[in-house]
């Protein structure tokens, strides 16, 4: 008997694991991020050097007459150019930085190339290795690009690098993750907060599952999305906020709409739930985009295209249907709902970054005048040398504070031609408001990024209220992402991290600006995300991981939760007594009040 049960309790017991302790070394780690760090200030700073000593110090520094700066060539020549000199400088360190970082990564391509697979973490081996320099090597790059002064670049560094293959028109907005081993289309939109992460982790000793995730063509993933390894996501696709995609998925694409986690196809009735249409207003904007095209296209083109229709022997309802739409001006067409794909805002970082020039050449020149000033009026070398470190700390806030003040003229003057409004407007290069709304993106985004980089934690709110956002220093951005513009926040108001309001949000191939409203003491979740038009009453919370609908009215005092968020129940914790807490007893499962003292000064318990 005792012989059956050891076989048995033998049977019953799984094989143990073989666990090999990993060694990682930081001394390797160190030596690359020294040769990156290092390497890539050589060509830079001898480029400013020369410039400094050769041209910027007998024609500036060494000017005795301060008028002269202004009234000769040179002296002024000299003050003029050194903003651009040293913008140019900062691009040269990114490409060597870029180019140190393609060179080791070919060399660890070569001995151990990247491929699908499962990676086994408990067992040495060259792959595991390899894997852990390149995910090390591409933080400091990245970090440099995506949190740098042109963050557009990034889709270069990924390319020249060759850790991501992504196509020509493609966006990706702010994200800790994408930077290896997808392969991303054309004319694609990577929403805020959405990671196509390729490689998963489960648990310490678990397995790396690192499968490449490939993006086909016009695809729109609105924001806060996770893609897991070995996903395909077909051409043509639309994912709603949060919609996720558990490892290995395929989405067939097709003018189809994602939703959820995971991620599923939904249809008609769904979409409409979602953005709070009727179904007329469905009914009303399904045009084809081949339609759409042909209304864009010159007269002889229409003509070749009806003739190519009728050799298919195309219905003759739709050669009608064709007709009518060819009659049509192009801006007089209802594009209010005809949510397809969208590629347009892809184009916002490159058309309207000569709006950077002027407020960097403007904002560097006064901090050159200043440091002048400066090394004009101290002479002695221990007090230079000794005041040196805080003068380059207002130096450096005096930038930031240009840069906040004209980039506040430019949209001033934005605004006067042409007044930021609501509504819903065809996301493509030719629509007034649509280009209106990437211009001031653009003035905006660098002081936003300027002031949430600073050291002082809550400078970002001023950006905000300089921008014209309604809020005050009662409510808290605790490391979210918000639009700047149409927003209203009212007192205590607290927004958990990772958490995003979007007041204005591509879909398909229009772009939808409406204000969010959210009332005192509210309460939004961590890495939630607010659509626009979203109204959240007093007191009211919205759990984590959680999203509103567009245009969506969440009631005052109550709890939401879930995707998109619907009514859970009461905030009773807004209202509930201080002197009272429920206590429960396990065994007995019965729950019962007590009263217990509240920790507070005597002389201000009255106001409870």
């Known amino acids: 008997m005792e012989s059956k049960k050891n076989s048995k309790a033998s049977k019953s017991l799984k094989p143990e694991v073989f666990r090999e302790e990993m060694s990682y070394s930081l001394i390797l780690s160190f030596m690359i991020l020294l040769t990156n760090y290092l390497g890539s200030f050589l060509v830079p700073i001898?480029?400013?050097?020369?410039?400094?000593?050769?041209?910027?110090?007998?024609?500036f520094l060494?000017?005795?007459?301060?008028?002269a700066i202004f009234t000769e060539i040179e002296p002024l020549m000299a003050l003029l150019t050194m903003p651009l000199v040293l913008i140019v400088c900062y691009l040269i360190r990114l490409y060597f930085?870029?180019?140190?970082?393609?060179?080791?990564?070919?060399?660890?391509?070569?001995?151990?190339?990247?491929?699908?697979?499962?990676?086994?973490?408990?067992?040495?081996?060259?792959?595991?290795?390899?894997?852990h320099i390149r995910s090390f090597l591409m933080k400091y790059p990245k970090n440099m690009f995506v949190k740098g002064l042109f963050p557009w670049l990034s889709n270069w560094l990924y390319n020249y690098i060759g850790s991501m293959v992504i196509g020509k028109g493609t966006s990706f907005e702010e994200s800790v993750g994408n930077e290896k081993f997808a392969i991303v289309g054309k004319n694609?939109?990577?929403?805020?907060?959405?990671?196509?992460?390729?490689?998963?982790?489960?648990?310490?000793w678990g397995n790396i599952s690192y499968f490449q995730i490939q993006v086909g063509d016009n695809i729109t993933i609105a924001g806060s999305n996770q893609i897991a390894p070995g996903t395909m996501i077909h051409s043509n696709s639309y994912l709603l906020p949060l919609a996720s995609a558990t490892k290995h998925s395929v989405v067939k694409g097709d003018h189809h709409y994602y939703f959820g986690i995971p991620l599923r196809k939904i249809f008609d009735k769904k979409v409409m739930n979602y953005l709070g249409l009727t179904p007329e207003d469905l009914e009303q904007n399904k045009i084809s985009l081949e339609n759409i095209e042909v209304m864009k296209k010159p007269n002889k083109e229409n003509?070749?295209?009806?003739?190519?229709?009728?050799?298919?022997?195309?219905?003759?309802?739709?050669?009608k249907l064709n007709e009518q739409i060819n009659e049509i001006e192009y801006e007089n067409v209802d594009y209010n709902l005809d949510f397809t794909t969208s590629s347009a805002i892809s184009r916002i970082n490159i058309k309207f970054l000569a709006v950077y020039l002027p407020?960097?050449?403007?904002?560097?020149l006064q901090v050159a005048v200043l440091f002048y000033t400066y090394t004009f009026f101290?002479?002695?070398?221990i007090m230079f040398t000794f005041f040196l470190p805080f003068i380059l700390f207002v130096l450096y806030f005096i930038f930031i504070l240009g840069c906040f003040l004209y980039s506040k003229l430019f949209l001033i003057l934005v605004n006067l031609l042409h007044k930021p409004k609501e509504g819903t407007f065809l996301a493509e290069i030719g629509d007034t408001d649509y280009e209106f709304w990437m211009l001031r993106t653009e003035l905006k985004k660098i002081v936003l990024w300027l002031m949430r980089n600073c050291p002082i934690p809550w400078a970002d709110v001023l950006a905000f209220k300089w921008f014209g956002i309604k809020?005050?220093?009662?409510?808290?951005?605790?490391?979210?992402?918000?639009?700047?513009?149409?927003?209203?926040?009212?007192?205590k108001v607290v927004v958990g991290q990772g958490a995003t309001l979007m007041s204005s949000m591509v879909i398909g191939k229009y772009l939808v600006i409406s204000k969010i409203f959210l009332d005192d003491y509210a309460l939004i979740g961590g890495h939630s995300t607010i659509a626009p038009g979203t109204i959240v009453g007093r007191d009211t919370m919205i759990g984590a991981i959680s999203t509103t609908t567009y245009n969506q009215i969440l009631e005052p005092g109550f709890i939401y939760i879930g995707i998109p968020a619907i009514k859970l129940k009461p905030n009773k914790y807004a209202e509930s007594r201080r002197d009272i807490i429920v206590k429960k007893d396990v065994d007995k499962e019965i729950k019962f009040d007590i009263q217990h003292e509240v920790n507070i000064e005597e002389d201000k318990k009255e106001k409870l």
């Open 378 to 381: 101290v002479k002695n070398l």
């Open 188 to 204: 694609c939109y990577i929403g805020v907060n959405s990671t196509l992460a390729t490689h998963l982790i489960d648990g310490v």
């Open 97 to 131: 930085i870029a180019l140190i970082t393609r060179v080791i990564w070919a060399y660890t391509e070569s001995k151990s190339p990247s491929k699908n697979g499962i990676i086994p973490r408990n067992i040495k081996s060259k792959t595991e290795k390899f894997y």
């Open 359 to 364: 407020i960097f050449w403007i904002s560097g």
């Open 46 to 59: 001898a480029v400013f050097m020369l410039y400094f000593f050769l041209y910027f110090l007998p024609n």
């Open 303 to 319: 003509k070749k295209i009806k003739k190519k229709q009728e050799k298919k022997e195309v219905d003759s309802t739709q050669l």
């Open 62 to 67: 060494e000017i005795s007459n301060f008028i």
């Open 471 to 491: 809020m005050d220093f009662s409510s808290y951005l605790y490391d979210a992402w918000c639009d700047g513009e149409f927003l209203y926040l009212g007192r």
